[in-house]
């Protein structure tokens, strides 16, 4: 699941703690509201759509565990790589500067493509010169 795809509970305007009930009475409500039928704006029959497959989706009991447990596992991912940069942050301000030039030159050149040997040699000159 994307960034770019929105959450269904979003999609129906439900919480995601919301009944069987709350969710086709909001499937009904909006699928009046966006039918390309009744509504001829642009865009409308994308949301219908999006709210069609939102609908397949949560109100099967499966399908909706299954969703809930994808969507619970890109939220503790997203959450753990917060974590590991803000942990990389805090080492990397902890560092002193010649050693994070160093590095930081280090990367830019594996960044724009140089071998691994040439950066190799880089590193080994520059422990060669911090001695």
């Known amino acids: 699941m994307s ?11 439900v919480s995601p703690q919301a009944s069987q009930e709350d969710i086709k009475r ?9 039918h390309p039928d009744v509504n001829r704006k642009p865009g409308a029959a994308k949301r219908f759509k999006e709210i069609n497959e ?13 969703y809930d447990r994808q969507t619970l596992l890109v ?11 803000e ?11 010649s050693v994070m030039q160093s590095a930081n030159r280090m990367k830019n050149r594996i960044q724009r493509g140089i071998k691994w040997s ?14």
């Open 26 to 34: 909001a499937f009904r409500r909006l699928a009046k509201a966006y």
């Open 87 to 97: 942990r990389y942050e805090q080492w990397r301000s902890a560092q002193p500067g």
């Open 118 to 131: 040439a950066a190799n040699r880089m590193k080994n000159r520059l422990r060669r010169f911090l001695k």
């Open 75 to 85: 939220s503790m991912h997203k959450e753990h790589e917060q974590k590991k940069r």
């Open 3 to 13: 960034d770019s795809v929105r959450n269904y509970y979003d999609v129906l305007e």
């Open 54 to 66: 939102a609908n397949q989706v949560l109100s099967a009991p499966d399908k909706r565990a299954r």
